[in-house]
């Protein structure tokens, strides 16, 4: 069981999940849009390239993989302006010891 977040047409969601410059996340794209994903800083503004997970889609995406090491937050974006998204994050960081 998972994070699953739903996000309104339009709109740039704040994940809301603590991770470090480690932290390998399982993403999986429940909804019928595809997503965009980066990590930054206070402000949401998305990089050249955000990281695209495509509608039905399954990805194990590092954090470091999505922006900048020391980024604080996780955001998701819908583009697409008449239907939600849906995303599912699962920490499957591997610790080893």
Known sequence: GGLVLTIAPGQTLEAGIAFTD??????????????????GGDTPTPPQNPYTLAAGAEAEVAIAD????????????????????????????VVVE
Not at 22 to 39: D, I, K, M
Not at 67 to 86: E, F, H, K, Q, V
């Open 22 to 39: 480690q932290t390998v996340l399982l993403l999986t794209n429940h909804g019928e849009v595809p997503l965009s994903l980066w990590a």
């Open 66 to 93: 999505l922006g900048p090491a020391g980024s604080r937050y996780l955001y998701i974006m819908n583009a697409n302006p008449d239907l939600a998204g849906a995303i599912e994050i699962i920490d499957v960081t």
